[in-house]
């Protein structure tokens, strides 16, 4: 299993996260983190794409604390 970020940076109206890490915690469980770099956002999507597949577009949804 390889994972790779998908960091999308539109037109720089939005400052792109840093500091991205992933951390496997099991065969199907990861714990991500990132520093966020913009203030204007509600949240996050997570896309995924599994090796040699295509993109899965918001496979989960995290809010902004």
């Given at each position: 299993?390889?994972?790779v970020?998908k960091?999308?940076?539109f037109q720089?109206?939005?400052?792109?996260?840093t500091n991205?890490?992933?951390?496997q915690?099991?065969?199907?469980?990861f714990?991500?983190?990132w520093?966020d770099n913009?203030?204007g956002?509600?949240?996050?999507a997570i896309?995924?794409?599994i090796?040699?597949?295509?993109?899965?577009?918001n496979?989960?949804?995290v809010?902004k604390?």
């Amino acid at each position: 299993l390889k994972l790779v970020p998908k960091v999308v940076q539109f037109q720089n109206l939005f400052q792109a996260v840093t500091n991205f890490e992933i951390e496997q915690l099991s065969g199907t469980s990861f714990k991500l983190k990132w520093q966020d770099n913009y203030q204007g956002e509600d949240g996050f999507a997570i896309d995924r794409k599994i090796t040699g597949g295509t993109w899965t577009e918001n496979i989960f949804s995290v809010e902004k604390l």
